[in-house]
Nanobody, 121 residues
């Protein structure tokens, strides 16, 4: 069974930085997409960034230039470096794993439990 476990959330002032980590276990195949999503109460879960098996990346416009997604295959760990954080980045952040060319929420079939990020103004 594939499992994802996030860590690194917390509280920070606007303009600050945080790094999220996600350790993956129990998977066998290498051609997958990993991603970060986020959700606030009463809103739909929205994509933040994703990284494909060939290490190509995609960022939503709202975080482009401020967030960096990366992975360390030797540690089975996905990262999200978040810089220049804004109050509107406050959300629960979820790590997700999907098929090789995953793009929408429905393309990801394994999810972590989430990590809270709070940015104060």
């Amino acid at each position: 069974e594939v499992q994802l476990a996030e860590s690194g959330g917390g509280s920070v002032e606007a303009g600050g930085s945080l790094r999220l980590s996600c350790v993956a276990s129990g998977y066998k195949y290498s051609r997958y997409c990993m991603a970060w999503w986020r959700q606030t109460p009463g809103k739909e879960r929205e994509g933040v960034a994703r990284i494909y098996y060939d290490s190509s990346t995609f960022y939503e416009d709202s975080v482009k230039g401020r967030f960096t997604i990366s992975k360390d295959n030797t540690k089975n760990t996905l990262y999200l470096q978040m810089d220049s954080l804004k109050p509107e980045d406050t959300a629960t952040y979820y790590c997700a794993m999907g098929w090789a060319y995953a793009r929408t929420r429905y393309d990801f079939n394994v999810w972590g439990r989430g990590a809270q990020v709070t940015v104060s103004s």
